[in-house]
């Protein structure tokens, strides 16, 4: 193996003497110019230790077009990547990177922890991406600039903000689903003063293309306002808004949702607020001191026949950090408290699940370029909280640019995360009959990992190549794991053994005069390691990602996408069948407006084909695994308008 990849190494490091001299004329690429806000750092994605990727720009702008109403598309189609839908009614899904479950992927928004613990099953579905500017992704641990949750990575949704010119954007969109997407955007700067506002109206019918009297995309409708202020000063500036998001969500018997009367249903009424403020002083050209804080209120009612779980969950973040950005070094040294808190209105005999944890961490990170060609990353974070005690969670990334065309990144850290009964396995439940966290007799999870990833680029003659291959590997430590009990309900508890996943990914991006083509590539070996090695349920394998893109210029863009998963073993031993997802989108684009159609899963890909995803009555069914996509082929188009 060490020959194998000695081998791989010198003959890359050979390709890329060769082609650096033409490389040079290509340094300043438009991606290496984004600017990456996750690490803290806000260095070029060019100059980062830590492997991070970027989704911006016109790809941003592409997803958005193939699923406007939330990110769930967006995130799903990026390689080490799969939104795992939890519910085979309501749509309700988590996002799994390398394999780990949803719980262990943290979701940020400009860096502030916002959609964690219960509203976890329902955030992908309820964020709208017309305001992100981008969608920055580190896979791997990073508990260590963020604290708990993120030991299978992060996912931090950049926001748009005032530029010099006044934007002004509005987009709307339906499908043959029943779907209908109303968004709008705007933002101007008024000398020190900024204004964004974001406004949607996401709506849908029940949607049943099997015919089988179960909906494949609830009936939902769903409200959200985010305005925003900014203050630009000589050394201080600032910004706060609030966000309002409410959605009323049924899924189920069709007929029921119709027209009443009687018939399985699973109801979500949820309604959330978020307020933000951030506030930065810049003490000297080097040194800058930051405030950040956040309070979130999230209220969901979960209702299925005989049963209702309904409780609201209170959380909040303050963070305070120094900053210092020298010629060869950048430190951040910080402290941040987190509360989350949980209070169960009692609608049943099942004993109520409430819970207060606080976290106090501190955090201290350094980036060193010793050389052009080399930097390193360290950090380290000790993190205090009430229930389970201290956890000290060290890092490191280092990059090497071999050449202005081969760089390579090697990275890990450790990570861990808190006992909640917000699991994939509980959501499925609708957390019915879920016992609540024993404190006395359960512990962190606590994990390590690392990657190392290599990346190649060049021109030969009119084409450009980008080549980027990762390998990764993660062990969690005593998992928590639902059991059930002699008297018929879940608990939660610690698992003797571990899980671990290892794999991984190969992207390559081909350019050619007006086409692009993307091939992805991800491998990911799961397993739990409990009484005997097993596959961990609802991981593909196998996954290829495959999207031919042509575009002139600001006339027009067509894309061309087929995606490839291997079978996945379900929660009861058997497998799930392999499948295809294709896609075809056109836009045309005009200065003011474009016309934009996409044909998602033309070839109609869909589990109810296969067999039912349920047994037992209609009215009182047992859900299989979902581990393929139910609403089939979706034809949505609509219309973009910028002034």
Same mark, same amino acid.
């Given at each position: 193996m060490r020959t194998i990849l000695t081998g791989i190494l010198l003959c890359m490091a050979s390709l890329a003497a060769q082609a650096q001299e033409q490389e040079e004329k290509h340094e300043h690429d438009s991606l290496e110019q984004v600017i990456v806000t996750a690490t803290r750092t806000s260095r070029t994605i060019a100059n980062l230790p830590t492997r991070t990727e970027v989704i911006s720009g016109e790809e941003l702008q592409e997803k958005g077009n193939m699923k406007p109403g939330d990110i769930r598309m967006l995130l799903n189609e990026s390689t080490g990547i799969q939104t795992q839908q939890t519910s085979a009614t309501s749509f309700n899904a988590g996002i799994r990177i390398q394999g780990l479950d949803g719980r262990y992927t943290q979701l940020l928004r400009d860096g502030y922890p916002l959609y964690a613990g219960f509203s976890g099953g329902l955030s992908l579905l309820q964020i709208a991406p017309l305001d992100l500017k981008q969608v920055e992704v580190i896979k791997g641990s990073a508990s260590t600039l963020y604290g708990g949750g993120a030991i299978a990575g992060l996912v931090n949704l950049v926001s748009r903000t005032p530029g010099e010119e006044r934007a002004l954007n509005f987009m709307a969109n339906g499908t043959s689903g029943k779907g209908l997407d109303l968004s709008g955007f705007y933002s101007e700067r008024y000398g020190k003063l900024g204004l964004t506002v974001f406004g949607s109206r996401n709506s849908n019918g029940p949607f049943d293309p099997a015919d089988i009297g179960l909906t494949a995309i609830p009936q939902f409708e769903r409200y959200t306002i985010n305005p925003r202020l900014f203050f630009y000063g000589k050394k201080t500036s600032a910004d706060m808004g609030v966000s309002y998001i409410t959605e009323d969500r049924v899924g189920g018997n069709v007929n029921y949702i119709k027209h009443g009367g009687?018939? /399985?249903?699973?109801?979500?009424?949820?309604?959330? !607020?978020?307020?933000?403020?951030?506030? @930065?002083? =810049?003490? *000297?050209?080097?040194?800058?001191?930051?405030?950040?804080?956040? /309070?979130?209120?999230?209220?969901?009612?979960?209702? !299925?026949?005989?049963?209702?779980?309904? @409780?609201? =969950?209170? *959380?909040?973040?303050?963070?305070?950090?120094?900053?210092?950005?020298?010629?060869?070094?950048?430190?951040?040294?910080?402290?941040?408290?987190?509360?989350?808190?949980?209070?169960?209105?009692?609608?049943?005999?099942?004993?109520?699940?409430?819970?207060?944890?606080?976290?106090?961490?501190?955090?201290?990170?350094?980036?060193?370029?010793?050389?052009?060609?080399?930097?390193l990353e360290t950090g380290l974070r000790g993190d205090q909280v009430n229930e389970y005690g201290f956890e000290l969670l060290p890092r490191a990334s280092a990059m090497w640019k071999i050449s202005p065309a081969f760089t390579t990144r090697l990275g890990g850290g450790f990570g861990y995360k808190s006992p909640t009964i917000f699991?994939?396995?509980?959501?499925?439940?609708?957390?019915?009959?879920?016992?609540?966290?024993?404190?006395?007799?359960?512990?962190?999870?606590?994990?390590?990992?690392g990657n190392w990833d290599i990346n190649y680029r060049t021109h030969i003659g009119e084409v450009g190549l980008t080549l980027n291959h990762l390998f990764f590997y993660t062990r969690l430590n005593r998992p928590l794991v639902l059991e059930g009990t002699v008297t018929g309900n879940g608990n939660f508890v610690n698992s003797t053994g571990y899980v671990d996943t290892k794999g991984m990914e190969t992207n390559l991006r081909i350019t050619w005069e007006d086409f692009k083509l993307f091939i992805g590539y991800t491998h990911t070996d799961a397993n739990t390691h409990f009484n005997a090695r097993q596959w961990l349920p609802l991981t593909a394998r196998h996954r290829l990602n495959n999207v031919l893109m042509y575009e002139v210029e600001e006339k027009w863009k067509i894309g061309l996408e087929a995606y490839y998963y291997s079978r996945q073993q379900l929660s009861d031993g058997s497998f799930g069948k392999s499948y295809w997802i294709t896609g075809l989108m056109a836009e045309k684009l005009w200065e003011h407006f474009s016309l934009f159609i996409n044909f998602e899963n033309f070839s109609n890909t869909r589990q109810t084909r296969w067999g039912p995803i349920y047994s037992g009555p209609i009215d009182n069914p047992a859900f299989k695994d979902i581990y393929a996509p139910l609403d089939g082929f979706v034809v949505n188009g609509g219309i973009k308008v910028s002034l």
């Amino acid at each position: 193996m060490r020959t194998i990849l000695t081998g791989i190494l010198l003959c890359m490091a050979s390709l890329a003497a060769q082609a650096q001299e033409q490389e040079e004329k290509h340094e300043h690429d438009s991606l290496e110019q984004v600017i990456v806000t996750a690490t803290r750092t806000s260095r070029t994605i060019a100059n980062l230790p830590t492997r991070t990727e970027v989704i911006s720009g016109e790809e941003l702008q592409e997803k958005g077009n193939m699923k406007p109403g939330d990110i769930r598309m967006l995130l799903n189609e990026s390689t080490g990547i799969q939104t795992q839908q939890t519910s085979a009614t309501s749509f309700n899904a988590g996002i799994r990177i390398q394999g780990l479950d949803g719980r262990y992927t943290q979701l940020l928004r400009d860096g502030y922890p916002l959609y964690a613990g219960f509203s976890g099953g329902l955030s992908l579905l309820q964020i709208a991406p017309l305001d992100l500017k981008q969608v920055e992704v580190i896979k791997g641990s990073a508990s260590t600039l963020y604290g708990g949750g993120a030991i299978a990575g992060l996912v931090n949704l950049v926001s748009r903000t005032p530029g010099e010119e006044r934007a002004l954007n509005f987009m709307a969109n339906g499908t043959s689903g029943k779907g209908l997407d109303l968004s709008g955007f705007y933002s101007e700067r008024y000398g020190k003063l900024g204004l964004t506002v974001f406004g949607s109206r996401n709506s849908n019918g029940p949607f049943d293309p099997a015919d089988i009297g179960l909906t494949a995309i609830p009936q939902f409708e769903r409200y959200t306002i985010n305005p925003r202020l900014f203050f630009y000063g000589k050394k201080t500036s600032a910004d706060m808004g609030v966000s309002y998001i409410t959605e009323d969500r049924v899924g189920g018997n069709v007929n029921y949702i119709k027209h009443g009367g009687t018939g /399985y249903y699973e109801q979500n009424n949820t309604d959330r !607020i978020t307020t933000q403020f951030g506030i @930065a002083h =810049q003490l *000297s050209e080097h040194s800058t001191l930051q405030l950040k804080s956040s /309070y979130t209120r999230f209220d969901r009612n979960i209702a !299925i026949p005989s049963y209702t779980f309904d @409780a609201l =969950q209170q *959380s909040s973040f303050t963070e305070f950090t120094w900053m210092n950005k020298r010629e060869k070094a950048d430190w951040v040294i910080g402290a941040n408290f987190l509360t989350d808190d949980l209070k169960e209105k009692r609608n049943s005999s099942d004993p109520a699940r409430d819970y207060h944890y606080n976290t106090f961490g501190v955090f201290i990170q350094n980036t060193w370029t010793v050389s052009e060609r080399f930097t390193l990353e360290t950090g380290l974070r000790g993190d205090q909280v009430n229930e389970y005690g201290f956890e000290l969670l060290p890092r490191a990334s280092a990059m090497w640019k071999i050449s202005p065309a081969f760089t390579t990144r090697l990275g890990g850290g450790f990570g861990y995360k808190s006992p909640t009964i917000f699991t994939e396995d509980a959501e499925r439940r609708q957390f019915r009959h879920i016992l609540p966290i024993d404190i006395s007799n359960t512990r962190n999870e606590r994990s390590i990992g690392g990657n190392w990833d290599i990346n190649y680029r060049t021109h030969i003659g009119e084409v450009g190549l980008t080549l980027n291959h990762l390998f990764f590997y993660t062990r969690l430590n005593r998992p928590l794991v639902l059991e059930g009990t002699v008297t018929g309900n879940g608990n939660f508890v610690n698992s003797t053994g571990y899980v671990d996943t290892k794999g991984m990914e190969t992207n390559l991006r081909i350019t050619w005069e007006d086409f692009k083509l993307f091939i992805g590539y991800t491998h990911t070996d799961a397993n739990t390691h409990f009484n005997a090695r097993q596959w961990l349920p609802l991981t593909a394998r196998h996954r290829l990602n495959n999207v031919l893109m042509y575009e002139v210029e600001e006339k027009w863009k067509i894309g061309l996408e087929a995606y490839y998963y291997s079978r996945q073993q379900l929660s009861d031993g058997s497998f799930g069948k392999s499948y295809w997802i294709t896609g075809l989108m056109a836009e045309k684009l005009w200065e003011h407006f474009s016309l934009f159609i996409n044909f998602e899963n033309f070839s109609n890909t869909r589990q109810t084909r296969w067999g039912p995803i349920y047994s037992g009555p209609i009215d009182n069914p047992a859900f299989k695994d979902i581990y393929a996509p139910l609403d089939g082929f979706v034809v949505n188009g609509g219309i973009k308008v910028s002034l």
